[in-house]
């Protein structure tokens, strides 16, 4: 039985597109997630960092059309990983292994721009002048 679970955020850094060793596409990214809390009479805001793993076709779009800050939402499966610190100590990890991923309008970034005119701005313009009517209907767009 596995643990499934969905998380949105925002990217923490570019993603970085690897490879397996069979030639697999991979990205490892970090998501972080606000949530508010109550200190004393003031609300702060906290970041909850997450790791997730996107592999193939997904990790490739993913490498095309986001950056740091844009929001995404993930589906997939919980997978704990072993690891030594820089000690020597033993660690263990629990990173999401993405079996789907959306984009997400999470509201104003890049200047005023909403994430979803962003991402787009990206389509058109991987279009190459195809009208944003065309664009939203062609096979060649990912999502």
Same mark, same amino acid.
């Given at each position: 039985?596995? &643990?499934?679970? @969905? ?7 570019? #993603?970085?597109?690897?490879?397996? $060793?069979?030639?697999? #596409? ?8 606000? =949530?508010? +809390?109550? %200190?004393?009479? /003031?609300? @702060?805001?906290? &970041?909850?960092? *997450?790791? %997730? ?7 490739? +779009?993913?490498? @095309?059309? &986001? ?6 939402? *993930? $589906?997939? =499966?919980? @997978? ?8 020597? %100590? ?6 999401? +292994?993405?079996?789907?991923? !959306? *984009? +997400? #309008?999470?509201?104003? =970034? ?6 979803? /005119? %962003? =991402? $787009? !701005?990206?389509?058109? $313009?991987?279009? !190459? ?6 664009? !939203?209907?062609?096979?060649?767009? #990912?999502?």
């Amino acid at each position: 039985m596995s &643990a499934y679970a @969905q998380i949105s955020g925002r990217l923490g850094s570019e #993603p970085e597109l690897r490879f397996t $060793n069979s030639g697999t #596409p991979v990205i490892n990214l970090s998501i972080a997630n606000n =949530r508010s +809390v109550k %200190v004393g009479e /003031e609300r @702060q805001s906290i &970041a909850d960092w *997450f790791k %997730v793993t996107v592999f193939g076709r997904d990790a490739e +779009v993913i490498t @095309q059309y &986001a950056k740091k800050g844009s929001a995404l939402a *993930f $589906n997939g =499966r919980l @997978q704990n990983e072993k690891y030594l610190d820089r000690d020597g %100590v033993s660690r263990t990890s629990t990173i999401l +292994v993405a079996s789907s991923f !959306e *984009f +997400v #309008p999470f509201g104003k =970034r890049d200047g005023g721009k909403a994430n979803d /005119e %962003v =991402r $787009n !701005e990206a389509c058109v $313009n991987d279009g !190459e002048g195809l009208d944003s009517a065309d664009a !939203e209907t062609s096979d060649d767009i #990912p999502f």
